[in-house]
């Protein structure tokens, strides 16, 4: 397993997304639907990713990781554990609920899965925002009347973002994403989300859609007030770390090389501006690939680019 592996997005439909990815990565996607989301790399038993091209084109990453997942993931790696990244583009055209995963400690508990998971700003319209942890001072108290009278929004901490800035949401943390954001997500392999508050909007089916405040106010970190994002910078750098992966910025120049070593641990390589060449391979905006634990690939940027290496997964 020496070859850098791509794979088919899988497209979902979502009442506040729309039609950024065509115009965004020059894909085909359906025009009369709002797209939201598209799953780049997933293995999960409901949503499966599929090689695109290559040596195993048009097989499952599932079956992939059963038959190779020494030479994917390492010597260490169960053929039966699934991949622990989810990575997926959001288009945010509307604004999405007011959700929270359940930390590690209560999701059995709750039926669910933890999700920690990091945003990076592709794209975003003037005046965008998101919404990450509670405004100062603001208890659980607070936030349950503010429930009740329809004003969520009094009691969460709304921060402006830009271009290349990216945050780190982990299980726990109250969040949303305004209307106006291109994002690619990279996350633990969960789908677990419990919304709060959704602006009183219906669903495609014209319904108000589940809310779970039960769960989230169990969920919720009462003492995560204001958190900052990583600003953009045109230098390499981490922009995420955590128990779960640890994401790096690189900003690459013309002609400028990275070099991968072989038996080192699979990476993911994301493409969120310019476009790079691993060896016969070009990824251009918006591609995502996974560098199997037992290849080296060598990187080279055709034009100037910034590049996203998820590592310490495994």
Known sequence: MREILRFQPLYQERIWGGNAFASAFDRKIPADRPIGESWEIVDRPEAQSVVRGGTHNGVKLRNLIKK????????????EKPFPILVKWLDCRERL????HPPA???KELNGEAKTENWYIADTAPGAQLIVGLKKGVTKADFEKAIIEQRVEDCVHLLKVAEGDSILVESGQVHAIDAGNLILEIQQNSDTTFRVYDWARPGLDGKLRQLHVHESLQCIQWDDFE??????????AVIAECDEFRIR???LGPGEKVNFESKQQPRLISVVSGSLKV???????????????AGEFNAVADEFGIILVT????
């Open 68 to 79: 190779h997942h020494k030479d994917i993931m390492g010597p260490n790696w169960r053929a």
């Open 97 to 100: 609920s007011l959700q929270v």
């Open 105 to 107: 400690a209560l999701a």
């Open 227 to 236: 958190p900052a994002p990583v600003r953009g910078a045109p230098t390499s």
């Open 249 to 251: 910025r690189l900003v």
């Open 279 to 293: 060896g016969a391979v070009t990824l251009g905006r918006g591609d995502n690939a996974l560098m199997p634990y």
């Open 311 to 314: 590592e310490n997964f495994a």
